[in-house]
């Protein structure tokens, strides 16, 4: 009976063992399942925080404002979703890692379980029925077991491709809106950009502008500077570089109203000015060569003009471009209505009067080129983003129009606000140029009489250095006869009237004879040798005073006047009550305050010089050209001032001229008398020494 017991409390713990592990392996089971579940509430709370984390991402493109913050914003989105795709693998693999090991665990202990059932006969406690039993129990056990395995990892598996198909999905439904963002953003920046570098072309144009005033501003300093040495200067090159400056300041002048385009009509361009001396045939040779280059200069080849640009409408269209021909399945969203509408108003952009021509070499009408171009891209930006977008409402309504028109209509605004900007630029350009060229005249008000100074200076010199040099020449010959006379003088002695010293008396006569016959000689040459030694210099001066004086109205010709150009629009004046009572009593103050941009009258030409009997005697080729009349295209107060200055220098040299023959006239008579008084005087002395004998 013991043995009995002994082996029924054998079978009944053999039993309860594999009871044991069989529990074990439901209860690991058991476990596992547990993980996963956990595992997916984990990867379902971090599911949701990446959807919403993209849903974030999503609102932050709206918030964009370029295409930088766009893909910054995608880059965001795409490393999140690397990020949640790699933590979710890592932690299905951990887990399935997990799993994998624990059912091998589980495999392996019920295999040294099953092991461990030995026969009697080989050391063991088990019988043959029970070791069959056991086993089919533990057979039983790795079928569920690896039941379980297959269903766990199969859910690991299923539940990963799940979550990466899921984060795929997000971010594709991501990036759909981040395309059409995309586009919209790319929309907005491109006319952006085109509105940009409309502005950065017209400031390129304003500051070319800007430089020319700065040259001309340095040009009229420079011009200012040259009256010290003008009037301290001793050679004629401070007179050459100074009318040098005056021609640069006038071919700025002229380049600057061209630019500016704001020559009033009737004056075309400066080559069609001169001066001339009435019945010439040919005009001076320095105004020919002026012409000249100003006609070589007006007959270049221009650049080829197009129909005028009035003023930008507010929308346009475009022609068709190869890209757009690409999208013939959208064109039906432009209704041909609407097609007629914007080629009416690019009829109006381009102008209606075909038969205006613009000049691209100035400044308006380069701006309006400008802007043209730039609404011609805008348009083609426009039409290809609208036949693109389709019937989609804009992403960002506040900034893109709902129609094609509507966006060119705001784009034509903004260019129709810069075309302002210009316009009110163009004329303060106008009034700064008017104040320049009005500074300018009275600049050459004063630099022009200097240059004329200058210009006949080593003449005037030299005229002088004659005179001086003839009167000289001429005292010193009549000193030494004046000389030979008192020696004469001294010889005659009452003792030559012994008849053994009367032949010295009679020689000491002979020889005083023949002097004063040469005496009166001299004397009587005197005027003539004045006039004679004098025509060379009078005419060099006279040539001199009439080429620099042509030289000058010349170049004071191809200036522009503040009455040649265009004013512009003067800023109103803010006045107070008690001046506009004043103006009323008083029209006169009214019409002063309207005319603070005086205007110079044109005129015919200056009189010639006035030619005297003197002049026709000293240089008589030169008469008929100098009393000629000299015609002008203008009659400023500089050009009035050169002739001033000319008939003050001709008649001051004139007056010098006229007091030296005077003087050599004058001394003519008083010599002769002195001479007539010492023959009578000579004559009584011989005569009383003759008859002391």
């Known amino acids: 009976r013991d043995i009995h017991n002994v082996r029924a409390a054998e079978v009944v713990h053999h039993d309860e063992r594999v009871q044991s592990h069989v529990t074990s392996v439901f209860e690991t089971v058991t476990t596992q399942q547990q993980r996963l579940t956990s595992l997916k509430m984990h990867t379902r709370d971090e599911t949701e925080e990446f959807s919403y984390h993209l849903s974030e991402l999503t609102g932050m493109l709206a918030k964009s404002h370029s295409l930088s913050m766009l893909a910054s914003i995608e880059k965001k989105a795409k490393a999140a979703r690397v990020k949640h795709v790699v933590s979710m693998k890592s932690q299905v693999d951990t887990l399935y890692r997990s799993v994998e090991g624990v059912f091998n665990d589980m495999k392996q202990s019920t295999d040294d379980l099953r092991n461990s059932f030995r026969l009697f006969e080989n050391g063991g406690n088990f019988c043959y029925e029970e070791i069959v039993q056991l086993s089919a129990d533990l057979e039983n056990l790795d079928v569920k077991v690896m039941s379980a395995e297959n269903l766990l990892l199969h859910d690991l598996t299923n539940m990963e491709q799940s979550l990466c198909q899921r984060a795929e999905e997000g971010l594709e439904n991501f990036q759909e809106k981040y395309l059409l963002f995309e586009v919209d953003m790319r929309f907005l920046e491109k006319v952006s950009q085109l509105l940009t570098r409309v502005q950065i072309c017209i400031k390129s144009e304003v500051a070319a502008s800007n430089k020319q005033t700065q040259e001309l501003v ?12 003008l009037q301290k200067a001793a050679e004629r090159s401070a007179g050459s570089n100074a009318l040098r400056q005056l021609g640069h300041l006038a071919e700025l002048c002229r380049l600057r109203a061209t630019y500016l385009d704001c020559l009033v009509p009737g004056i075309d361009s400066v080559q069609h000015r001169g001066l001339h001396h009435e019945g010439a045939s ?5 105004i020919n060569v002026t012409r000249s280059i100003l006609r070589r200069r007006n007959n ?9 640009f009035p003023r930008l409408s507010r929308a346009g269209r475009t022609k068709r471009t190869s890209s757009m021909a690409k999208l013939p399945e959208v064109r039906s969203i432009i209704t041909s209505e609407s097609e007629r509408s914007m080629k009416s108003r690019r009829g109006k952009l381009q102008g209606e009067d075909k038969a205006v021509q613009l000049n691209y070499n100035s400044f308006l009408p380069k701006i ?15 039409e290809a983003y609208y036949l693109n977008k389709g019937n989609r409402a804009p992403l960002w309504p506040e900034s893109i129009a709902l129609t094609y028109e509507a966006s060119l209509e705001s784009a034509c605004t903004k260019l129709q606000s810069f075309l302002q900007q210009a316009e009110d630029y163009h ?14 005249l009275q600049s050459n008000c004063k630099i022009a009489p200097l240059i004329i100074s200058n210009g006949v200076m080593l003449e005037q010199t030299t005229l002088s250095r004659q005179l001086e040099a003839l009167f000289e020449h001429q005292t010193q010959e009549y000193q030494q006869y004046e000389d030979l006379k008192l020696a004469n003088q001294k010889k005659l002695d009452p003792s030559m009237s012994h008849p053994t010293r009367i032949h ?8 005083e004879v023949e002097r004063q016959a040469a005496v009166d000689i001299v004397i009587e040459k005197w005027p003539a040798l004045i006039k004679n030694g004098l025509k060379g ?14 030289s000058v109205l010349s170049v004071l010709d191809g200036l522009l006047m503040a009455s040649d150009i265009v004013t512009g629009k003067v800023p109103p004046v803010h006045k107070t009550v008690i001046q506009m009572l004043r103006e009323q009593q008083n029209p006169l103050l009214l019409e002063e305050d309207q005319d603070r941009l005086p205007t110079t009258p044109h005129t015919t030409g200056f009189p010639g010089l006035m030619i005297d009997s003197l002049l026709q005697e000293l240089c008589p080729e030169l008469c008929g050209e100098l009393s000629k009349k000299v015609s002008c295209s203008q009659a400023t107060p500089a050009h009035k001032a050169t002739i001033a200055q000319r008939n003050q220098l001709f008649k ?4 010098e001229l006229k007091t030296a023959v005077d003087q050599a006239e004058q001394d003519k008579v008083e010599r002769l008398a002195s001479l007539q008084r010492w023959k009578s005087y000579w004559r009584g002395s011989v005569q009383q020494i003759s008859e002391l004998l």
């Not at 350009?429 to 320049?436: D, P």
């Not at 210099?537 to 042509?550: C, D, G, I, N, R």
């Open 218 to 229: 340095a040009a009229l300093q420079e011009l200012n500077s040259q009256q010290e040495p």
């Open 282 to 286: 040919e005009p001076i040779s320095a």
């Open 300 to 308: 270049s080849p221009q650049k080829p003009v197009t129909p005028a």
């Open 368 to 382: 309006k080129k400008i802007l043209q171009d730039g609404q011609d891209a805008i348009g083609s930006v426009c």
């Open 427 to 440: 004329n303060n350009c106008l009034l700064e140029f008017h104040s320049l060229l009005q500074e300018s």
């Open 504 to 511: 010295e008396l009679e020689a000491l006569d002979k020889i």
């Open 537 to 550: 210099v009078s005419v060099a001066f006279l040539k001199s005073l009439s080429q620099t004086t042509s």
């Open 652 to 655: 001051k040299t004139v007056n």
